[in-house]
């Protein structure tokens, strides 16, 4: 029988990997006549090192990412897909990707880009990649290359100067 995928999360931090991981999640929710969810997760954590915390700055911030949203359901919507929505989440992006958001859409594949941070800040915080793919509750696809199906690194990559 052909698996097919009704309820799709896609992961949005404003990396390059997640633009990728929303490219082909729009491609697969139209290939199975699915409904694409995405998520962008406010790390709270994030503010509680912040001295000056007031909630000016996760207004601005929130603000922000539901203008970067709104901008993804216009694309997907151009790209032919009707059933689209978005919510910005706040709280640990782990736990809300791989378990809160499977549970509350019943989702049944979550499509995630394979980095979003640097490596200092995944030695020191973990992998959201990673922590998804052990801990959720359906399949996971996680996203390593373009439309194209180049390596995403490679695409991004400036070629460097010959020295003579």
């Known amino acids: 029988m052909l ?14 990997e997640s633009e990728l991981a929303f490219q082909k999640a729009i491609a697969v929710a139209k290939r199975n006549d699915g409904e694409l969810f995405m998520v962008h997760t406010v790390d709270t ?31 997907a919507k151009d790209a032919g897909l009707d059933k689209v929505s978005y919510t910005i989440e706040y709280g640990a992006p782990k736990t809300i990707i791989a378990r809160d958001m499977p549970k509350a859409h019943d989702i049944d594949l979550i499509m995630i880009g394979a980095t979003g941070l640097n490596a200092v800040e995944r030695l020191l915080i973990g992998s959201v990649t990673e922590y998804v793919t052990r ?24 070629p460097k100067p010959k020295v003579e």
């Open 135 to 158: 801990n959720a509750p359906c399949d996971v696809l996680v996203v390593r290359t373009d439309l194209e199906n180049k390596p995403a690194l490679a695409s991004t990559k400036k």
């Open 45 to 75: 954590r994030a503010f509680q090192n912040v001295s000056s915390f007031d909630s000016a700055m996760v207004e601005q911030v929130t603000e922000t990412a539901k203008q970067t949203m709104d901008g993804y359901i216009k694309q």
């Open 3 to 16: 698996q097919q995928y009704k309820h799709i999360l896609v992961a949005i931090d404003g990396s390059y």
